[in-house]
């Protein structure tokens, strides 16, 4: 018997025959990737708030007759391939099939008893000359068939159910398999759209080059998670349990449910709520918000109202005082401040969020990226205080004035997230207790009280690819990643010197994004600092120029701006759209003159390969390919990747992609060289940092590793 998907769903589900248990035990044994198929098909089918396939699109495939074919052994070889491979591509998709087989084997792995008084009901529904009046049921084939055949009146429309018995129970229980059968009956009948592969365009004048995706990881984490030592703490983790809900009536008693706060928008009121205080400590603090198409900074004491958005820009702490007695610092990171810089999180630069109404709350804050710091300065009591991010609600209370908590959220797009389907990016939060004690609410019913700074059950993380929300977690110590102490390396001070100059540049007078502009004339630290506050206001066109430009000198800049603008489109599908729409051939790409077929590889070169192309000698050979065309975006990026891609490789061949045509054709030869003789891809590969740029102050970047 072959090891397939079919089989291991019959295996786990116990549908086998004993011989056939025992060859795919041994078979499974063996393989590692059936263990890890296995753990994954067991993953997606707990899984909380998994979707489902859409009814419709282009891509759809199978429909149920082809899915029930496929779990009754009929189809073909071919599109038993194909339809596998789109289950181990998508969870949505394997969790569906698991969850139909495990459905049918429970309802159709044994056939009904009927008992012997239903079956004389039905003899007696029949009227006319074919009527027997004096026929009579067969006797029960089994003691559980008597059992039920001396059973009266409705009891014996149980049809020899198990619960002829239980009371309430047996009627509980039929109807949910029935409503659970009609609902996998529904989800079945959405075709099983196929996972859109990835087209890499060549150029505008040649066949695009398909790559072929390799089965995603299940829970794949983000390269650079932002606290290294979450998962190596000791100590028990402090789960909590859901409280009761409200909702539910107790006997002589009506109670109100609990409102959802999932579902409660947001107020679109605009007031004012408190005020702008500058950073703690006097160091440098630059906030801005939004005014019509421009961006401005906010002077010291300036008064913040709901419905703005605010943004601290990357490396300046801000702090918002609001009238409540709640402090909210927002925390603008640089990685450089990570000690040392390859070690931060290269997934956090600016902090933005959005201050709503809510009479019910201290503080109702709408985060959208970012590092924050929350802290109660009222002068008794707790602070409650509301956190929307993503499609979820939590509330937070700091019990006593003192109690502080810190929170980081990002998002970014992995190279198993399929980014040209429309697939969101992975999302991730982490909340931490620092200060006093605290509790926290998810989804209105799970209440975690109790929570203290480490040494304690101190912090939550929550992700939108894996199972939700997970702690509280006990730590030793604070993470170091929500320090707020600036570390004294080299590439820090230089970036402490830039952070002063720009604030000083920064004035109401002038626009934003052309003081930042100007402080590129400034030095290393200042040119980085300045980039990364452009994608802070959105200021792509000219982050596009920077990676446009052909001096050789500017590489740095160049590097920076795509460790910028894959930042900037991981905030959501809608900001690749932006970038460029390959539907409506519009967006900044196009707006900057570049052809279409240019824009198009512009923006699959801002996403990563998958592990499958990854491991493709065509997938350099198009790298190489890329480094000699004509626009030096895209022989940046392509250098980018290809640097990335040989890590921990010696020897080889240097490139600029601001050199000469003749020199950049002599470097490809020798890449190419690499790729005939079997050295590319690597045979081992190494660990490949999330992007970051070339350190601040550190001059020209090596062109070669």
């Known amino acids: ?178 409503l659970l059968i009609v609902g996998l009956g529904a989800a079945v009948w959405q075709a099983l759209p196929s996972r859109p592969e990835r087209k890499l365009v060549a150029s505008n004048n040649e066949k ?192 006593e004035p003192g109690s502080e908590a810190a929170i980081d959220y990002f998002k970014a797009y992995t190279r198993d997230i399929d980014y040209a389907g429309g697939e969101e990016p992975r999302a991730e939060l982490y909340l931490c207790i620092i200060q006093g004690t605290a509790g926290v609410t998810i989804d209105s019913y799970h209440e975690y009280p109790n929570l203290k700074e480490p040494p304690g059950p101190a912090i939550f993380s929550w992700d939108n690819k894996g199972s939700g929300a997970r702690g509280p977690v006990r730590l030793d110590k604070r993470p170091p990643a929500f320090t707020k102490d600036v570390p004294m390396t080299p590439q820090a001070k230089a970036m402490r010197v830039a952070l002063q100059e720009l604030s000083m540049q920064l004035t109401q007078k002038k626009a934003l994004d052309v003081a930042l502009l100007e402080g590129r004339e400034k030095g290393p630290a200042a040119r980085t600092l300045s980039i990364y506050s452009l994608s802070a206001i959105d200021a792509v066109p000219q982050l596009l120029d920077i990676l446009s430009d052909e001096d050789p000198a500017h590489g740095p800049d160049r590097q920076t701006a795509i460790f910028t603008l894959r930042r900037w489109i991981s905030r959501g599908p809608e900001q690749g759209k932006l970038l460029f729409d390959p539907e409506a051939k519009k967006g900044f790409l196009i707006d900057k003159r570049f052809r279409t077929s240019e824009a198009q590889i512009i923006y699959d070169l801002l996403h990563d390969f998958t592990d499958g192309q990854r491991r493709q000698p065509e997938t350099y050979q198009l790298l190489v390919r890329y480094m000699q065309e004509e626009k030096i975006t895209i022989r940046e990026l392509a250098y980018w990747h290809l640097v990335r891609l040989t890590i921990g490789m010696k020897d080889l061949p240097a490139y600029n992609p601001a050199w000469g045509p003749s020199e950049r054709e002599a470097a490809c030869n020798d890449w190419r060289k690499l790729i005939a003789e079997g050295k590319l891809p690597p045979a081992e590969r190494p660990p490949v940092p999330a992007g970051g740029p070339p350190p601040a102050g550190g001059g020209q970047r090596p062109m070669s590793p």
Not at 119 to 143: C, D, F, H, N, W
Not at 345 to 351: A, D, I, Q, V
């Open 1 to 178: 018997m072959r090891l397939t998907l079919r089989t291991l769903l019959a295996y786990l589900d116990d549908t086998l025959e004993p011989s056939e248990i025992k060859q795919i035990g041994q078979k499974v044994a063996e393989s590692e990737t059936a263990q890890k198929l296995i753990e994954k098909i067991k993953q997606v089918t707990r899984r909380r708030r998994l979707t489902t396939p859409p009814l419709t699109g282009p891509g759809v495939k199978f429909d149920p007759n082809t899915v029930a074919e496929y779990l009754d052994n009929e189809l073909s070889a071919d599109q038993v391939a194909e339809l596998e491979k789109l289950c181990l591509e998508s969870d949505v998709h394997l969790a569906e099939v698991a969850a139909c087989h495990q459905i049918l084997t429970l309802v159709l792995g044994e056939p009904p008893l009927i008992p012997p008084t239903a079956k004389e009901r039905m003899y007696g529904l029949v009227q006319g000359r074919e009527a027997i009046p004096t026929r009579k049921a067969p006797a029960a084939a089994s003691s559980s068939d008597a059992l039920v055949a001396e059973t009266e009146g409705d009891e014996a429309l149980l049809f020899g159910s198990p619960f002829s018995k239980a009371g309430w129970m047996r009627w509980v229980i039929p109807a949910a398999v029935l």
């Open 208 to 399: 695009p080059e398909t790559k072929t995706e390799s089965t995603k990881d299940a829970g794949k984490q983000l390269d650079t998670p932002p606290i290294e030592k979450i998962e190596k703490t000791e100590g028990p983790q402090d789960t909590g349990k859901p409280v009761e809900n409200p909702a539910a009536e107790k006997p002589g008693e009506k109670t109100e449910p609990k409102p959802d706060g999932r579902t409660e928008k947001p107020s679109e009121l605009k007031k004012v709520a408190g005020s702008y205080n500058g950073a703690p400590n006097n160091e440098p603090s630059v906030l801005v918000r939004r005014e019509g198409s421009t961006w401005r900074r906010l002077i010291l004491g300036s008064p913040v109202s709901t419905t703005e958005t605010l943004v601290s820009l990357p490396g300046y702490p801000s702090e918002l005082r609001l009238n409540s007695g709640v402090r909210v610092q927002l925390w603008g990171n640089v990685q450089e401040f990570a000690d040392p810089p390859e070690a931060g999180n290269p997934f956090m630069l600016e902090s933005a969020l959005t201050l709503y109404d809510n009479p019910a709350f201290d503080a109702d804050l709408g985060l959208d990226r970012g590092r924050f710091f929350l802290s109660n300065h009222k002068d008794k009591g707790p602070a409650r205080i509301r956190l929307r991010f993503h499609r979820e609600v939590w509330d937070l209370t700091l019990d």
